[in-house]
T-cell receptor, first 112, second 108 residues
Framework: NAGVTQTPKFQVLKTGQSMTLQCAQD?????MYWYRQDPGMGLRLIYYSASEGTTDKGEVPNGYNVSRLNKREFSLRLESAAPSQTSVYFC???????????FGQGTRLTVV | AQRVTQPEKLLSVFKGAPVELKCNYS??????LFWYVQYSRQRLQLLLR??SRESIKGFTADLNKGETSFHLKKPFAQEEDSAMYYC??????????FGKGTKLSVKP
């Protein structure tokens, strides 16, 4: 059982480049999330999707876009990367009946 | 506002000593609260949640609605408990709100 899978695991971007972080879950969960983790800041919610077809902004949405492609997949796009977006990004999912979150292994992104 | 506060960035104890990681929350309804743990360079995983009232790896947490707290406790810390601990609140919009985390360091 794979759970939540994120790709890529590591990425280095130049300022201004774009990229998409992929996330897929195989647990038939309704809700999916993107967080960024920074030292001293904990986990901050970027965007979330409470159910297929809906997305909502979290605490730090600026500079990001998301797509809930289907129930399994939730992608995060950086249109024009900035050094401030250097972070570790985690995708997570929860069932509507059980708000225990299952996390991916993270994507370590560096923007130079 | 829905908010989770973990006042300690770092907590350092000796092996065998008691541990208490503090968590306070702000939520107008009936809260769902969780503790997550992240071992070095691993993904976050659920440690425990208040509705289950169980003990995992010797850790317990009691919801105190009067004090709006959900502190995590363990009577005798082990070196393998060293990790980052996050308190989390199930938000009203189907989101999860995390505190900033407490790094627990257990010294031999």
């Amino acid at each position: 059982n794979a759970g939540v899978t994120q790709t890529p695991k590591f990425q280095v971007l130049k300022t201004g480049q774009s990229m998409t972080l992929q996330c897929a879950q195989d647990m038939n969960h309704n809700s999916m999330y993107w967080y960024r983790q920074d030292p001293g800041m904990g986990l901050r919610l970027i965007y979330y999707s409470a159910s297929e077809g809906t997305t909502d902004k979290g605490e730090v949405p600026n500079g990001y876009n998301v797509s809930r492609l289907n129930k399994r997949e939730f992608s995060l796009r950086l249109e024009s990367a900035a050094p401030s977006q250097t972070s570790v990004y985690f995708c997570a999912s929860t069932s509507v009946w059980n708000t225990e979150a299952f996390f991916g292994q993270g994507t370590r992104l560096t923007v130079v | 506002a829905q908010r989770v506060t973990q006042p300690e960035k770092l907590l350092s104890v000796f092996k065998g000593a008691p541990v208490e990681l503090k968590c306070n929350y702000s939520y107008s309804g009936s809260p769902e609260l969780f503790w997550y743990v992240q071992y070095s360079r691993q993904r976050l995983q659920l440690l425990l949640r208040h509705i289950s009232r169980e003990s995992i790896k010797g850790f317990t947490a009691d919801l105190n609605k009067g004090e709006t707290s959900f502190h995590l406790k363990k009577p005798f810390a082990q070196e393998e408990d060293s990790a980052m601990y996050y308190c989390a609140l199930g938000g009203s919009q189907g989101n999860l709100i995390f505190g900033k985390g407490t790094k627990l360091s257990v010294k031999p």
